[in-house]
């Protein structure tokens, strides 16, 4: 059964810089997009990017500038990191499978926390 | 960006009724290939999201088929024929037209 597992650091000072990784697990790697989506409670949810096993990436334009993906295909992993984090970065960011073509997430991590203060 | 309206904001619902949702999107979702690009997600609490639909009327692996979703173009709707206590949560659309993909903001359904 494929799963998603992620991991980084739930606790953020002002400016600096998220940086979260997900695992894919007993399944493949190519063929789909693999994308962070964030919640908050003022902003709902939000699609921050994504990006394919070749390094492909589409970032929302509302983050462009300080996001990052990145893949690592020996390990079938794939990370965020977002720079330049405030109070509004706060929230519940999880990674997810898509595919080309957009959308059905049916394989979900189990989200980070992110909290940001100083 | 495309913008998703949902409706209602809350729906409490008796077990065994059929709850309906409205979404709307601000350009048409219809694709060339004939295919909408609709998702529709209930996320329990303390739970990630979960797909019920997608390309607007495809019933994800394992979703009960009391689950529908119907609509093309602008105008979708997402059916629970007989409403289960376990379907309380909230429900979302997301259009995949394009990037950014863009979530609706969401209807709570309850139980009365």
């Known amino acids: 059964q494929v799963q998603l597992q992620q991991w980084g650091a739930g606790l953020l000072k002002p400016s600096e810089t998220l940086s979260l990784t997900c695992a894919v697990y007993?399944?493949?790697?190519?063929?789909?997009?693999w994308t962070w989506i964030r919640q908050s409670p003022g902003k709902g949810l939000e699609w921050i990017g994504e990006?394919?096993?070749?390094?492909?990436?589409n970032y929302n334009p509302s983050l462009e500038g300080r996001v990052t993906m990145s893949v690592d295909t020996s390990k079938n992993q794939f990370s965020l990191n977002l720079t330049s984090m405030t109070a509004a970065d706060t929230g519940v960011y999880s990674c997810?499978?898509?595919?080309?073509?957009?959308?059905?997430?049916?394989?979900w991590g189990q989200g980070t926390l992110v909290a940001v203060s100083s | 960006d495309i913008v998703m309206t949902q409706s209602p904001l809350s729906l409490p619902v008796t077990p065994g009724e059929t709850a309906s949702i409205s979404c709307r999107s601000s350009?048409?979702?219809?694709?060339?290939?004939?295919?909408?690009?609709l998702d529709w997600y209930l996320q329990k609490p303390g739970q990630s999201p979960q797909l019920l639909i997608y390309?607007?009327?495809h019933r994800a692996s394992g979703v009960p088929d009391r689950f529908s979703g119907s609509g093309s173009g602008t105008d979708f709707t997402l059916k629970i024929s007989g409403v289960e206590a376990e379907d309380v949560g909230v429900y979302y659309c997301?259009?995949?037209?394009?990037?950014?993909?863009?979530f609706g903001g969401g209807t709570k359904v309850d139980i009365k």
């Open positions: 997810t499978r898509g595919y080309l073509g957009g959308g059905n997430f049916q394989l």
């Open positions: 350009q048409s979702l219809l694709y060339s290939n004939g295919y909408n690009y």
């Open positions: 990006i394919n096993h070749s390094g492909s990436s």
């Open positions: 997301m259009q995949a037209l394009e990037t950014p993909l863009t």
């Open positions: 390309l607007g009327s």
């Open positions: 007993g399944g493949s790697f190519s063929g789909f997009y």
